[in-house]
């Protein structure tokens, strides 16, 4: 038995036939905050091209820059690449992701992998032979 989602308590078709007014009282405060002081124009722009690419009229892979998007119960479905600093990374929209912001699933820093040293790693190993 797979288990429906529901955020809040309200199931994902539910959410979605909600008017935004209703659905930002679901959300935490700081979310709630920063849509009901608006949304902007470029944030309504990209929501435009994801109700686009969810009806199959945008052919395009979606591209953003913006992090700070919410992710709202119409945009699920659709795969965004989202800006990471160095590369635009493919975020897949979920259900479980309503709520959130898409910055959250694009990771921004690299693991650091610290090798050997090198020469001038310390005083000493500007006098040590190379081979």
Do not use: C, W
Not at 9 to 32: C, H, I, T, V, Y
Not at 34 to 51: A, N, P, Q, Y
Not at 52 to 64: S, V
Not at 69 to 84: A, C, D, E
């Amino acid at each position: 038995m797979v288990k429906k989602f529901e955020y809040r308590g309200k199931p994902a078709e539910e959410l979605e036939s909600m008017p935004l007014d209703s659905l930002f009282r679901l959300f935490n405060s700081r979310q709630r905050r920063s849509l009901t002081r608006g949304i902007t124009d470029g944030k309504r722009k990209l929501i435009r091209e994801i109700k686009d690419a969810r009806a199959g009229k945008e052919g395009n892979p979606i591209k953003t820059h913006l992090r700070d998007l919410i992710v709202l119960p119409s945009m699920t479905g659709v795969t965004v690449n989202v800006f990471s600093g160095k590369e635009f990374r493919p975020v897949e929209i979920t259900t479980e992701m309503i709520g959130h912001y898409l910055g959250e699933y694009v990771i921004t820093n690299k693991r650091v992998s610290h090798g050997a040293p090198g020469v001038g790693a310390s005083r000493s190993s500007l006098y040590v032979p190379l081979k």
